[in-house]
Structures are given as structure tokens and as C-alpha cells.
């Protein structure tokens, strides 16, 4: 038997106000409508359910085995809709956030404080990896909000620009020493490189920009790595030559940890730094939560305001 939601409500509420006056002013409905309502229910189940006494009504024992029944599951479904509708109005739950390490201590780790401490509902979970990982990881429904290091390329992801980040070519200046400054494309291709990735995802805009599209890249690369602290490790102990953002190495080139390393120039007229955009993804298919919004405009007001302060 199906029945309508409506009809068993209009019931409870009639039963409950014992008239369908009463009812109907509860309901902020006319009293046709309830009565109307009513004998729908009792034409669907086949029995009265009310004894009419005029304009009064009185429940028949059907009814009041019915009302017993229903008002405790009502209240249930009620309990159920009421926490459903909280989910997508109040800021509240779970949002798994997956990031680069390096660019979240950087542009995002100061705005989850504040965040928190806004929400008390609120929980976010935050994963560190690489690009592609992430983006699996996104479209597989592990992870909610994640920020990717070039735009995405597998279907259904959303993005929105972030940030755009500079990249720059560091050594240590015992490294520079032994094996002297680079200056030419050639000098650069002889020497020992490590990178970041196997697409070599920072490496290739820096060589790009700084010799051309067509020029060959070094076939020295010593190690190939998913870790940017651990790429500028080895820049620090003179192994090889690193591209890194520029706000990783600022610490390490004030202390002379590691030197700028720049071609000289000529070898290439730059049209702009060497860089990359970043971008904030989700599944174009998410529902609309107030936990998701609140985390996604945390994070895209922070790194635009983190961006504008470097500017």
C-alpha cells in the first residue's frame, strides 16, 4: 500500500488537536482541506478512523492504534530531516582536504586555526602527496577539496585558480664552488640535477622559460622525488641541482644555505617568470554543504590574500 506522507501527518495532527478545527489552525490550512485529507486516508485504508459528532470528531480504537504507531516514527523521520537540512545549512561534519605540503605550510596553515575555532561542528581532515595522487584520490570520493599543482585531467573535477607560484633554480654554494657557476644552456645541461616527480613538474616551466621550448634538457638527473623539503635537502648538501618555489628557499638563500642560480643573459628572453598555477578541485557533482563552502572560501580567501601580501 502506498500512501502519502501528507495524509498520515495531516492525520497525527488531527488526532492530536481533536478537531479539525484546531487542526486546520495548527496547519494553517483550511478545515475542508483537512477533512478532505482525512477521508483519503481512511478511503486508502478501507476504515473510518474518526467518529463525526457534527463539527466534532472523536477517534474511533482504529485511529488511536494507528496515531500510537505512527507518532513515534514520525517524530523519527522529523528527527531524520531536521539533521539532514543541518548538514547543508550549518557549517558541521567532516571535509577531507588534500594538499602539497610545502604550498599548505606556506599559504593555507595559518587559516585552519581560525576556522576551527569558528565551527565547532567542524572537522577537517588534511592529506599531504602529490598531484596525481590527489586528484585520484578526489575523484575516487576520498577526499572533498584538494589542491593541485597544474589544472586537472581526469573528468568531472572543478577547478578554480588559486595562486600562482615562481619557481627558481638554487644550489649549495659548495656545489657552486666545486663545479663552478653555471652561466650557459650547456653549463646547466652538464650539471647533476634532482627534480621534482617523474614528470619533473617544477623542473621543466624553469628550463622552458629560462632556454627555450626547444632546448634540450640535462640528462644528469640523480634522483627523482615526491618531496620538495627533501629536494632542497639535497641542494643543501651540494648533491645536485634543485628547482623549487621560490617561498620554499627564501629561508635557506638569506642564510646562504643555497645560492640563486640564474642564466646569463641572452641565453633566453624571458615573457615571464617561470611558474605555476595552482588550483583549488572538487567534483563538480558535490552537494552543496555548509561544511564545504565555509572550508573552500577559508581556503581561497587565504591564498588570495597570501598572494596579494607576497605581490
Same mark, same amino acid.
Given at each position: 500500500?502506498?500512501?502519502?506522507?501528507?495524509?498520515?501527518?495531516?492525520?497525527?495532527? +488531527?488526532?492530536?488537536?481533536?478537531?479539525?478545527?484546531? +487542526?486546520?489552525?495548527?496547519?494553517?490550512?483550511?478545515? /475542508?482541506?483537512? /477533512?478532505?485529507?482525512?477521508?483519503?486516508?481512511?478511503?486508502?485504508?478501507?476504515?473510518? @478512523?474518526?467518529?463525526?459528532?457534527? &463539527?466534532?470528531?472523536?477517534?474511533?480504537?482504529?485511529?488511536?492504534?494507528?496515531?500510537? !504507531?505512527?507518532?513515534?516514527?514520525?517524530?523519527?523521520?522529523?528527527?531524520?530531516?531536521?539533521?539532514?537540512?543541518?548538514?547543508?545549512?550549518?557549517?558541521?561534519?567532516?571535509?577531507?582536504?588534500?594538499?602539497?605540503?610545502?604550498?599548505?605550510?606556506?599559504? @593555507?596553515?595559518?587559516?585552519?586555526? =581560525?576556522?576551527?575555532?569558528?565551527?565547532?561542528?567542524?572537522?577537517?581532515?588534511?592529506?599531504?602527496? %602529490?598531484?596525481?595522487?590527489?586528484?585520484?584520490?578526489?575523484?575516487?570520493?576520498?577526499?572533498?577539496?584538494?589542491?593541485?599543482?597544474? $589544472?586537472?585531467? @581526469?573528468?568531472?573535477?572543478?577547478?578554480? =585558480?588559486?595562486?600562482?607560484?615562481?619557481?627558481?633554480? %638554487?644550489?649549495?654554494?659548495?656545489?657552486?664552488?666545486?663545479?663552478?657557476?653555471? &652561466?650557459?644552456?650547456?653549463?646547466?645541461?652538464?650539471?647533476?640535477? +634532482?627534480?621534482?616527480?617523474?614528470?619533473?613538474?617544477?623542473?621543466?616551466?624553469?628550463?622552458?622559460?629560462?632556454?627555450?621550448?626547444?632546448?634540450?634538457? =640535462?640528462?644528469?638527473?640523480?634522483?627523482?622525488?615526491?618531496?620538495?623539503?627533501?629536494?632542497?635537502?639535497?641542494?643543501?648538501?651540494?648533491?645536485?641541482?634543485? %628547482?623549487? $618555489?621560490?617561498? @620554499?628557499?627564501?629561508?635557506?638563500?638569506?642564510?646562504?644555505?643555497?645560492?640563486?642560480?640564474?642564466?646569463? =643573459?641572452?641565453?633566453?628572453?624571458?615573457?615571464?617568470?617561470?611558474?605555476? !598555477?595552482?588550483?583549488?578541485?572538487?567534483?563538480?557533482?558535490?552537494?552543496?554543504?555548509?561544511?564545504?563552502?565555509?572550508?573552500?572560501?577559508?581556503?581561497? !580567501? !587565504?591564498?588570495?590574500?597570501?598572494?596579494?601580501?607576497?605581490?
Amino acid at each position: 500500500m502506498s500512501i502519502r506522507y501528507e495524509l498520515l501527518r495531516t492525520f497525527v495532527a +488531527a488526532a492530536e488537536a481533536g478537531t479539525f478545527a484546531a +487542526a486546520a489552525s495548527r496547519e494553517h490550512v483550511s478545515v /475542508s482541506a483537512i /477533512s478532505q485529507k482525512v477521508r483519503a486516508l481512511e478511503a486508502q485504508l478501507g476504515q473510518p @478512523l474518526f467518529e463525526r459528532l457534527g &463539527r466534532r470528531v472523536r477517534l474511533l480504537p482504529s485511529g488511536t492504534t494507528l496515531l500510537e !504507531t505512527l507518532k513515534p516514527e514520525l517524530a523519527r523521520i522529523d528527527d531524520a530531516l531536521a539533521s539532514l537540512r543541518e548538514d547543508f545549512t550549518q557549517v558541521r561534519g567532516r571535509v577531507c582536504v588534500g594538499a602539497p605540503r610545502p604550498f599548505w605550510a606556506h599559504g @593555507l596553515r595559518s587559516r585552519l586555526p =581560525p576556522l576551527l575555532a569558528a565551527h565547532d561542528g567542524l572537522q577537517v581532515d588534511v592529506e599531504f602527496n %602529490v598531484p596525481s595522487v590527489l586528484e585520484r584520490r578526489l575523484h575516487e570520493g576520498a577526499l572533498d577539496l584538494v589542491i593541485l599543482g597544474r $589544472p586537472a585531467q @581526469l573528468p568531472g573535477i572543478k577547478t578554480v =585558480p588559486l595562486a600562482r607560484e615562481t619557481f627558481v633554480a %638554487v644550489g649549495a654554494p659548495a656545489y657552486v664552488k666545486r663545479w663552478g657557476q653555471p &652561466r650557459t644552456l650547456t653549463d646547466f645541461q652538464a650539471q647533476r640535477w +634532482a627534480v621534482f616527480d617523474q614528470d619533473m613538474a617544477m623542473h621543466l616551466p624553469w628550463w622552458r622559460a629560462s632556454f627555450g621550448p626547444k632546448a634540450a634538457l =640535462p640528462e644528469r638527473i640523480v634522483c627523482r622525488m615526491a618531496s620538495l623539503e627533501e629536494l632542497l635537502a639535497l641542494a643543501e648538501a651540494s648533491v645536485a641541482l634543485v %628547482v623549487l $618555489p621560490d617561498y @620554499l628557499v627564501t629561508a635557506a638563500l638569506a642564510e646562504r644555505r643555497v645560492l640563486l642560480l640564474e642564466p646569463a =643573459p641572452g641565453q633566453h628572453a624571458r615573457q615571464r617568470a617561470a611558474g605555476n !598555477t595552482l588550483f583549488l578541485a572538487w567534483r563538480e557533482g558535490m552537494k552543496e554543504s555548509a561544511r564545504l563552502r565555509a572550508v573552500r572560501q577559508a581556503l581561497s !580567501t !587565504t591564498v588570495k590574500r597570501e598572494s596579494a601580501r607576497r605581490g
